[in-house]
């Protein structure tokens, strides 16, 4: 009898410790909250758009001024890969450009919408550059007049 109390005292030590191990909720990660993110989820769906789009840094379709005419926009991938390029963007002299989106073309060469933005340098207006942002990868490419940076942030 002392062994099956023994017994029974163990195996409900056991099973405590194994709810308690339970009930310990899993710590959060970053990607935990993208993912229950309803914006994240609606730009990772965007990507699908994409799988036409080139995986060059240009679109062999494109003809024209690289960048500044919509006939040969800069390809990147998605809305974020758009930020992504701008904020690497610099004038010849290095200087970190601001943007603005002024609007949306086409051009019967190039698939799906261009996105038109104002680029300025010290607060003044140097150029208005074109990008698809329906590709496979940003482009490593610079237009005329324009270097990009390894960092976004410097």
Do not use: C
């Not at 003044?124 to 007049?145: C, D, M, Q, T, W």
């Amino acid at each position: 009898m002392t062994t099956f109390i023994i017994i029974v005292v163990v195996i409900a030590g056991l099973l405590l410790i194994m709810n308690f191990i339970k009930v310990k909720p899993k710590p959060r990660t970053l990607m935990d909250e993208l993912n229950d993110n309803p914006f994240f989820q609606g730009m990772k769906n965007l990507e699908k758009l994409n799988v036409n789009g080139t995986d060059e840094d240009i679109i062999p379709e494109g003809y024209g001024e690289f960048g500044h005419e919509e006939t040969n926009p800069i390809p990147v991938n998605t809305i974020m890969g758009t930020s992504a390029y701008l904020g690497k963007l610099r004038t010849i002299d290095g200087i970190k450009v601001t943007y603005e989106r002024v609007g949306s073309t086409s051009a019967s060469n190039i698939k799906g919408m261009i996105d038109e933005y104002e680029i300025f340098a010290n607060g003044e207006r140097v150029a208005r550059l074109f990008i698809s942002p329906y590709n496979k990868k940003n482009s490593g490419k610079e237009p005329k007049g324009f270097v990009l940076s390894n960092n976004a942030w410097d």
